[in-house]
């Protein structure tokens, strides 16, 4: 809805711009840009949905730098016992805005669109009440329900004069239906409906009642103009005649507002001031007119409805005070327990700014020696992989590695300097380090996995395969890193040909789940596809990113998902039942969560659908 509202605004914001910079121009160009930005934003809620999305990056409002909460939080400040929110826990909900927004929205739109089939409903009964004077492709009628010359219709236009109209003179005859033919040769009807569906769907806008008010106010004017070019050329009826006949009508006549009338007095003067200025433009625009006209307003609603910001953290007030509290506590867990998930949405910055107050607060409790350091530094080292800046996650890993010296912990360290060595083609340096890792704890399944790695790429594929083999017997099968080392072990076992050895060790790991992300939905039944329920379909699509760690153990295959599909056209609660492994199951989560879907249907209604999507990975 926010979205929508900034973008009809941006809208109507540049067509009022636009015909300040052409107010020189005649009416009837005025009234074409008034009519182009109205529709618009009719098409623009449509057009946001399909048209693929083109993100900018959104305002973090999250956290700031360590000393700001040491700052912001006084010392004498009471804090009582903190346990884990459950906020955080849910940090990867966005916060959900109330329905009453949207029910406000809709009801005004309601009432409106009403308000416009009754004014409508009113012109047909006087339609269909009045008396034909003169048939023709434009019926001309004579009602007792009106006293003001006035068209109506689209697809059947006809012009309605009042009973006095056999009064006129013959001049005021010519004039009000010169005027009135003018609003049916240039479709006024039609633009007066869509731009009051315009109003009805952003009555909240100020900027679309100024259009209202304006399309009505130019689409009078330019009619005024297409009939003095007229009658001055073929008839010597001056200006200053028709604008007599247009303040006798306008002062002794009335008219329903959803009428295309000839004369209202909300508009009078204006418009008779540019009858009587002799240097008013009264030029009509052309086919090259309306086609730049529509062309430009392509070029500006296709992009803005793409527009998409990306989502900002939600941190919700209970969780930023948690958060302090645990800073003013020096409890780092809460700290990383928010900073992971914030990862799970992506959201980096703030994962950084969490993790680095919680290291802080390591080396504050501990010492910048400790092993509890190194852990920190560790965990910052994880979060700048997930960023692709290999050269910080380094920096970090280099750190983390001589504070915690020989502990096992250290191995995680040095494999992931082993890792960056070998995407940077430094086979040599990436064995050193690898061989580091395995000193310091011989028994990870992982470090043997990206041992053989460097052997394959070295040529040595003898001692590959060894490692690959014992790297599996060490390693669960069933666990994370056992997916990981089958599936590259397979890829190397279809690179040297032994394609069923290949197969059977993939076919050994295709039912391990992987990674899961729910989320709390409203409640809705999730139906199955098949009989009355039909299969949602993909509109747009964003591809999933390849990680560094896959890209360097040529690890390639399908994550298999279950996902639920929403009436709304959105995949939420994944459910990863083929994995891959090394973040590949989690950037395939978060590109689908990304796409957008023509929700499934059941009895005409969209409903919530439980589907199966597979993404492919394949290494060029």
Not at 87 to 96: D, E, P
Not at 345 to 357: F, M, P, V
Not at 396 to 417: I, K, M, N, Q, S
């Amino acid at each position: 809805m926010l979205a929508l509202a900034i973008k009809s605004s941006a809208v109507l914001g540049l067509a009022w711009l636009l015909t300040l910079f052409l107010r020189r121009r005649s009416a009837a160009v005025k009234h074409l840009v008034w009519t182009a930005s109205a529709a618009a934003v009719l098409v623009l809620p449509l057009l946001s949905i399909v048209m693929p999305v083109l993100r900018v990056p959104a305002v973090d409002p999250g956290f700031t730098t360590p000393a700001f909460y040491a700052t912001a939080i006084a010392p004498r400040e009471v804090v009582t016992p903190l346990a884990l929110p459950p906020a955080i826990g849910g940090l990867q909900q966005a916060r959900t805005i109330p329905n009453w927004p949207g029910l406000i929205w809709s009801a005004g739109t309601f009432v409106l669109l009403v308000r416009m089939l009754i004014g409508y409903a009113s012109m047909w009964r006087m339609r269909r009440s009045a008396r034909v004077e003169v048939s023709g492709p434009v019926k001309i009628l004579e009602s007792s329900a009106t006293n003001m010359p006035m068209t109506f219709g689209i697809l059947r236009p006809v012009i309605l004069l009042p009973m006095e109209a056999r009064e006129w003179t013959e001049e005021r005859r010519r004039v009000v239906l010169s005027h009135e033919l003018a609003h049916v040769r240039r479709g006024d009807a039609a633009s007066h409906m869509l731009v009051w569906a315009a109003v009805a769907l952003y009555w909240w806008n100020p900027l679309v009642w100024v259009a209202w008010r304006r399309v009505r106010k130019e689409s009078e004017c330019a009619a005024d103009d297409l009939v003095l070019n007229d009658l001055l050329l073929n008839h010597g009826i001056q200006a200053s005649q028709y604008a007599s006949h247009l303040l006798e009508i306008a002062g002794t006549m009335s008219a329903p507002w959803m009428a295309v009338a000839m004369a209202r007095s909300s508009h009078l003067e204006g418009r008779l001031r540019a009858i009587l200025d002799s240097n008013v433009n009264r030029s009509s625009p052309g086919r090259a007119a309306m086609l730049a006209t529509a062309m430009v307003t392509i070029a500006v609603l296709l992009p803005l409805a793409a527009l998409k910001a990306q989502d900002a953290p939600a941190i919700p007030a209970d969780v930023d005070a948690a958060i302090r509290a645990a800073l003013s506590q020096k409890n780092h867990e809460i700290l990383e327990s928010a900073a992971q998930a914030a990862v799970e949405l992506r959201k980096y910055d703030t994962a950084q700014k969490l993790l680095e107050s919680a290291a802080e607060i390591r080396a504050e409790v501990s010492g910048r020696g400790s092993f509890d350091y190194g852990l920190g530094l560790l965990k910052l080292g994880d979060l700048e992989v997930k960023r692709h800046d290999r050269e910080s996650a380094d920096d970090f890993y280099t750190r983390a590695a001589a504070v915690l010296g020989d502990r096992p912990e250290a191995a995680r360290a040095w494999t992931g300097l082993g890792i960056s060595s070998i995407l940077n083609k430094n086979l040599a340096q990436a064995a050193e380090d690898l061989e580091k890792a395995q000193g310091f704890d011989p028994k990870s399944g992982a470090v043997l996995l990206w041992m053989a790695v460097v052997r394959d790429r070295q040529g040595n594929v003898n001692e590959a395969e060894a490692l690959f083999r014992k790297s599996l017997a060490i390693q669960d099968p069933k666990s994370a890193d056992g997916v990981v080392i089958a599936r590259a072990y397979g890829h190397f076992l279809r690179k040297m040909g032994q394609t069923e050895e290949a197969r059977e060790i993939a076919a050994s790991v295709a039912t391990v789940p992987g990674a899961t992300k729910a989320e709390k939905t409203a409640g809705a039944t999730v139906y199955r596809i098949g009989g009355p329920v039909s299969a949602p379909a993909v509109l747009s699509k964003v591809e999933p990113e390849y990680t560094d760690e896959a890209r360097a153990a040529q690890l390639d295959g399908t994550v298999r998902l279950m996902v639920e599909i929403g009436p709304d056209g959105v995949a939420r609660n994944f459910n990863v039942t083929q994995s891959l492994g090394l973040g590949l199951d989690e950037n395939a989560m978060d590109a689908i969560s990304q796409w957008r879907f023509r929700p499934g249907m059941k009895d005409g209604q969209f409903v919530a659908v439980a589907a199966t999507i597979e993404v492919n990975f394949h290494l060029l």
